[in-house]
């Protein structure tokens, strides 16, 4: 029995490793987005994600 909880104690080590580095990529992702919304030059880019940018009172000018 000692064999086969530990291969599921390494399948869950392993989803579990999938898992949160998924979410570091999804944060990353995330923050990079709002990062360049933010200090978008462009008017068209300012414009299309200025109201989405206020309401997350994330400051622009």
């Given at each position: 029995?000692t064999?086969?909880?530990?291969v599921n104690?390494?399948?869950l080590a392993?989803?579990?490793?999938e898992?949160?580095r998924?979410?570091?990529?999804a944060?990353v ?12 030059y462009?008017e068209?880019v300012?414009?299309?994600?200025h109201?989405?940018?206020h309401a ?5 000018h």
């Open positions: 029995m064999a086969n909880s530990s104690s390494t399948a392993s989803s579990r490793l898992a949160l998924a979410a570091a990529i944060l992702l995330g923050f990079g987005l709002v990062w360049l919304a933010g200090f978008a462009p068209s300012h414009d299309a994600s109201d989405t940018r997350l009172s994330f400051p622009c």
